[in-house]
């Protein structure tokens, strides 16, 4: 079992940045590694992945906008989001996907809010 710890979340404006953490209870180091998010009345959605080599994709509509890095060392994956807007709204959801099995892992979600 991986726990997944999302932190980070909180209220900024539009066109404000913010860095979005995930601790995880074990090394991430076979895992690919993502970012959904799920806003009010929505199905959740992938914001952007990194794989246990390192790759990296995004939703078209955070592309230069979002980058999703991790340190292995530290089992920690994040997310900076900058130029943030209204519509990034959401709870955001730190997910581990074994690359060794079929187990996939979720955090409790952290919640972003763009508003003015």
């Known amino acids: 079992q991986v726990q997944l710890v999302e932190s980070g979340g909180g209220l900024v404006q539009p066109g404000g940045s913010l860095r979005l953490s995930c601790a995880a209870s074990t090394s991430i180091f076979w895992f690919n590694m993502g970012w959904y998010r799920q806003a009010p009345g929505k199905e959740r959605e992938l914001v952007a992945v990194?794989?246990?080599?390192?790759?990296?994709n995004y939703a078209d509509s955070v592309k230069g906008r979002f980058t999703i890095s991790k340190d292995n060392a530290k089992n920690t994956v994040y997310l900076q989001m900058n130029s943030l807007k209204p519509e990034d709204t959401a709870v955001y959801y730190c997910?581990?996907?074994?690359?060794?099995?079929?187990?996939?892992?979720w955090g409790q979600g952290t919640q972003v809010t763009v508003s003015s």
């Open positions: 997910n581990a996907a074994d690359t060794r099995s079929p187990k996939r892992y």
């Open positions: 990194i794989t246990s080599s390192g790759g990296t």
